[in-house]
């Protein structure tokens, strides 16, 4: 077994499995009771490589987004292993939707390349919307009859390249994962940046938010805690009057541990230390770009950080915590 905890992404942690499990059997494809194929970790591999490099090729490159329409079969695990070796980031879509629903998607998302099976296409081309996802550069048909006609996608059976590709880690943090929302955001608005595995009551932290937002408190940001000692959250460290001196991660400096609610009081002040702190270089003190760390740095420039406590907290990060939660709905 692979110790996932090492790796940061997806690709990197599949890429030692298909070297480690070489010989042994990957996927069992099969149409209702009839077997239709049995690849090895080995197969898989080829399959992937030969697809990941036609990407690069074609100009895929690290943190580009290539979306699969497909029903469940072994195409779309060797598609999507050629975009996370490729560096890219995965938009998997659901086929049931309306080919105008899924060009609505296409376009919000950004791809640059669809990969889909031959059923599916035919609707999309069909679509009123065809033309409305201008960022669209590739696309890939499988299972597609020798003489249909694509309209410019390119048959997924031939579109590979025999040399090796590039395997590209992706290795974003937090931060750079907040930071692609940087063209929507309004400078000198507000911000809130929020984990999506939690839920929380607290009046406090509202009544924080919205006196700045009012301009009635000079606070640059604040944070909402909650009361721990495990080392695998975030710590603030703050005295009675709640302002904020000094906040780590995975390390107990106080008993109030940082939830995933993490305010700026404008947009351009969470940019502005975001992009400070990527500049560093980590440090065994830093390992990665953690935002609790935007808040040292705002900080050290002599502005003030604000805490909040929560009156009611519960997470959803791991199956253990989701059944905890659970238990006492």
């Not at 599949?14 to 197969?43: H, M, N, P, Q, W």
């Not at 591999?45 to 987004?65: I, P, S, T």
Request: net charge negative; with cysteine.
């Amino acid at each position: 077994m692979l110790d996932l905890s090492k790796y940061q992404s997806i690709g990197a942690a599949l890429k030692d499995a298909l070297e480690e499990f070489s010989g042994e059997v990957c996927l069992i494809e099969s149409d209702r009771e009839r077997e239709k194929e049995r690849l090895t970790y080995r197969d898989f591999k080829e399959r992937a490589h030969f697809l990941a490099k036609a990407l690069q090729d074609a100009g895929f490159k690290g943190n580009h987004r290539a979306a699969i329409i497909m029903t469940n079969q072994s195409k779309w695990l060797i598609s999507a292993y050629a975009i996370f070796h490729s560096g890219g980031v995965l938009v998997p879509l659901d086929y049931k939707l309306t080919p105008d629903e899924q060009w609505q998607l296409l376009k919000h998302s950004s791809a640059s390349v669809l990969i889909t099976e031959y059923p599916i296409w035919r609707q999309l081309v069909a679509s009123p919307l065809r033309n409305s996802a201008t960022n669209l550069k590739t696309v890939l048909v499988t299972e597609t009859p020798p003489n249909a006609d694509l309209s410019d996608a390119h048959r997924w059976e031939e579109f590979r390249s025999v040399s090796e590709p590039a395997f590209i880690p992706r290795q974003r943090s937090d931060i750079e994962t907040a930071l692609a929302a940087k063209p929507k955001l309004e400078a000198e608005s507000g911000l809130i940046v929020m984990d999506c595995d939690l839920w929380f009551r607290s009046a406090s932290y509202n009544q924080m938010v919205e006196d700045s937002l009012n301009n009635s408190s000079a606070i640059s940001g604040g944070l909402l805690t909650f009361t721990a000692d495990n080392p695998r959250y975030s710590y603030a460290k703050f005295g009675d009057d709640g302002i904020v001196t000094e906040t780590a991660e995975k390390r107990v400096i106080s008993e109030h541990a940082i939830t995933g609610a993490y305010y700026f009081a404008t947009a351009r002040t969470f940019i502005d230390a975001a992009e400070e702190l990527l500049s560093q270089p980590l440090t065994e003190t830093m390992p990665e770009y953690y935002l609790s760390f935007l808040y040292n740095i705002l900080i050290n420039e002599g502005r003030q950080i604000k805490a909040a406590v929560v009156d009611e907290f519960a997470s959803f990060g791991t199956p253990e915590e989701l059944a905890d939660y659970s238990e006492h709905l």
